[in-house]
DNA sequence: ACTCCGATTGAA
DNA sequence: TCAATCGGAGTC
């Protein structure tokens, strides 16, 4: 049987409850669903593909392990809020708040599976000059394999999108559900930390093309 | 005020 | 393998 989605502008907002969650529960849930940025005359969007879970105290990965800062103050505040960081003074970071007020969890995008406005977001990343055909499969697999990546395609930055409520049908930045259910979800260690680096908070969906470094096996 | 360093990326 | 490049957080 095959599974059916419905097309973008008919795609639901996730529900406030849906976020309200353990990031772990949460993070295998967000897998297929689509993030999206509503531009002036432009849709630029993705299939969420590959996530991490940030967890609170117990997870000194996690930025909220040394407790509420000015940075960091999205990630105690109500869930399905984004959360945008700067690293490595060079690329931004996305993650969307879990749990209720007060607690701390998110998740972080990773990759997505650009599925919509591909040419304007090629073009955010600065792809579109030196590599004109986007119909190159490399080409298209450039464009959001990767947590800084995707954050380029879309014009996430700090000062826009930070604390920016994302299950809003008024915000310009959003997440939807158009049907899609991953087949097969696989788990593995984070990448990128030397903190909690052990723990298997990484999830993606199996043989999808569009995630960050190279194929786990299944 | 000063130092250290990171949930990344792309080029060498 | 490594530089780029910034700001948050801890130390002096």
């Given at each position: 049987?095959?599974?059916?989605?419905?097309?973008?502008?008919?795609?639901?907002?996730l529900?406030?409850?849906f976020?309200?969650?353990?990031?772990?529960?949460v993070?295998k849930?967000?897998?297929?669903?689509?993030?999206?940025?509503k531009?002036?005359?432009?849709?630029?969007?993705?299939?969420?593909?590959?996530v991490?879970?940030?967890?609170?105290?117990?997870?000194?990965?996690?930025?909220?392990?040394?407790?509420?800062t000015?940075?960091?103050?999205?990630?105690?505040?109500p869930?399905?809020?984004?959360y945008?960081?700067?690293i490595?003074?060079?690329?931004?970071?996305?993650?969307?708040?879990?749990?209720?007020?007060?607690?701390?969890?998110?998740?972080?995008?990773?990759?997505?599976?650009?599925?919509a406005g591909?040419?304007?977001?090629?073009?955010?990343?600065?792809?579109h000059v030196?590599?004109?055909?986007?119909s190159?499969?490399?080409?298209?697999r450039?464009?959001?394999?990767?947590?800084?990546?995707?954050?380029?395609?879309?014009q996430?930055?700090?000062?826009?999108d930070?604390?920016?409520?994302l299950?809003?049908?008024d915000?310009?930045?959003?997440?939807?559900?158009d049907?899609?259910?991953a087949?097969?979800?696989?788990t593995?260690k984070?990448?990128?930390?030397?903190?909690?680096?052990?723990?298997p908070?990484?999830?993606?969906?199996a043989?999808?093309?569009f995630?960050?470094?190279?194929?786990?096996?299944?």
């Amino acid at each position: 049987m095959e599974q059916s989605t419905v097309p973008l502008n008919r795609a639901t907002l996730l529900k406030r409850a849906f976020f309200n969650r353990d990031p772990r529960i949460v993070s295998k849930q967000l897998l297929g669903k689509i993030l999206i940025r509503k531009q002036k005359s432009n849709i630029l969007g993705g299939r969420i593909i590959e996530v991490e879970a940030y967890l609170g105290a117990d997870d000194a990965a996690a930025h909220a392990a040394a407790g509420r800062t000015a940075r960091n103050d999205v990630l105690f505040g109500p869930p399905g809020h984004a959360y945008v960081y700067f690293i490595y003074g060079v690329h931004y970071c996305l993650n969307i708040s879990c749990l209720p007020e007060g607690d701390a969890g998110c998740v972080l995008i990773r990759a997505l599976e650009p599925i919509a406005g591909i040419e304007g977001m090629a073009e955010a990343r600065g792809l579109h000059v030196k590599h004109p055909d986007l119909s190159s499969p490399r080409i298209l697999r450039a464009v959001a394999s990767g947590p800084g990546k995707l954050c380029e395609a879309l014009q996430i930055t700090r000062t826009r999108d930070n604390s920016k409520d994302l299950l809003s049908p008024d915000s310009d930045l959003i997440v939807v559900d158009d049907g899609y259910r991953a087949k097969k979800v696989i788990t593995t260690k984070r990448i990128g930390i030397t903190k909690s680096a052990e723990m298997p908070l990484r999830y993606l969906i199996a043989r999808n093309p569009f995630i960050s470094g190279k194929q786990p096996a299944c």
